[in-house]
C-alpha cells in the first residue's frame, strides 16, 4: 500500500526543516570565519519562505481530509499535532536565521544529529514533541505512521464487513416481509369473499323463512270439507 500524500508532505517539510537547520549552522559558521554569506542567506531566505508555504498546505489539506471525514478523528488530531511541531520549529528557524537567538539553543549537536552521538538523523528543532515519536527518526516515524493507517484500514475492513452482513440481514427481513405482507392480502381477500357468501346464504334463509311462513298461514286459512 502506497503512503499516504500527506505523511510524504510532512516527511519532506521535516527534511527541508533539516536542511534550513543546517544552513544556519554552515551560515554562521562562515560569518565566524569571515566568509562570503550572501548566497547562503538567499538560499535560506527561499527555504524558509518555502518552508512556510509547505505548512500551510499541510494544515489546509488536513482541514479538507477531516470534514470530509477521509481519516479518522483520532489520526486528525495526532497529524494537527505533527504540523504544529513543524510551525514551532520553522518560527525557531526564522529566529536563528535573523540572529534572535543563538545557535545554542537548540544546541550545533541537535541541530547536526537530534542529540544522538551516532550521527543517526532524527527531525530537528523539536519543540513539545509527542512522546510517540520523541527520539524517532524519519524513517521510523514514517514506519510508525504507516502501522497506524494499515491497523486504521483493517478496522475499517472490519467495519465495512459487518455493513455489508447488516445489509444483507435487512434485505433478507425485507424480503421475508414482503412475503408475509402478500400472505396476509391473500387472507384479507378470502375473508372478504367468505364474508360475502355468509351475507348470501343469510339473505336466501331470510326468504326461505318468509317463504315457508306465508306457506303455512295459506294452509291454515283453507277449510276442511
Same mark, same amino acid.
Given at each position: 500500500?502506497?503512503?499516504?500524500? =500527506? #505523511? ?7 527534511? #527541508? ?22 548566497? %547562503? ?5 527561499? @527555504? ?6 509547505? !505548512? ?5 489539506? %488536513? $482541514? ?6 477521509? *481519516?479518522?478523528?483520532?489520526?486528525? /488530531? ?6 504544529? /511541531? ?6 525557531? #528557524? ?5 540572529? /534572535?537567538?543563538?545557535?545554542?539553543? &537548540? ?16 527531525? &530537528? =528543532? ?29 478496522? #475499517? ?5 459487518? *455493513? ?8 433478507? !427481513? ?8 402478500? $400472505? !396476509?392480502? /391473500? ?19 331470510? %326468504? ?12 291454515? @286459512?283453507?277449510? &276442511?270439507?
Amino acid at each position: 500500500m502506497s503512503q499516504d500524500l =500527506w #505523511l510524504q508532505n510532512y516527511d519532506a517539510a521535516c527534511r #527541508l526543516s533539516q536542511e534550513i537547520a543546517e544552513n544556519i549552522h554552515e551560515r554562521n559558521r562562515q560569518q565566524r570565519t569571515g566568509g562570503n554569506t550572501a548566497k %547562503l542567506n538567499m538560499t535560506l531566505r527561499a @527555504s524558509l519562505q518555502k518552508l512556510k508555504q509547505n !505548512i500551510a498546505q499541510l494544515r489546509e489539506t %488536513l $482541514i479538507r481530509a477531516s470534514a470530509q471525514r477521509h *481519516i479518522m478523528q483520532a489520526e486528525a /488530531d495526532r497529524r494537527q499535532n505533527l504540523v504544529d /511541531d513543524l510551525a514551532t520549529r520553522e518560527t525557531r #528557524l526564522n529566529a536563528s536565521f535573523n540572529g /534572535d537567538i543563538s545557535e545554542a539553543e &537548540p544546541a550545533r549537536s541537535s541541530l547536526m544529529t537530534g542529540g544522538h552521538g551516532s550521527g543517526h538523523a532524527v527531525n &530537528p =528543532w523539536l519543540v513539545n514533541e509527542s512522546e510517540e515519536t520523541r527520539g524517532l527518526g524519519f524513517g521510523e516515524i514514517k514506519h510508525q505512521q504507516q502501522q497506524i493507517i494499515e491497523a486504521q484500514d483493517a478496522g #475499517l475492513d472490519a467495519l465495512a464487513a459487518v *455493513i455489508s452482513r447488516q445489509k444483507q440481514m435487512g434485505q433478507e !427481513i425485507g424480503n421475508e416481509l414482503g412475503e408475509q405482507n402478500e $400472505i !396476509i392480502d /391473500d387472507l384479507a381477500q378470502l375473508v372478504d369473499k367468505t364474508d360475502s357468501r355468509i351475507k348470501n346464504v343469510t339473505h336466501r334463509v331470510k %326468504l326461505l323463512d318468509t317463504k315457508s311462513a306465508s306457506c303455512g298461514e295459506c294452509s291454515a @286459512s283453507v277449510e &276442511p270439507l
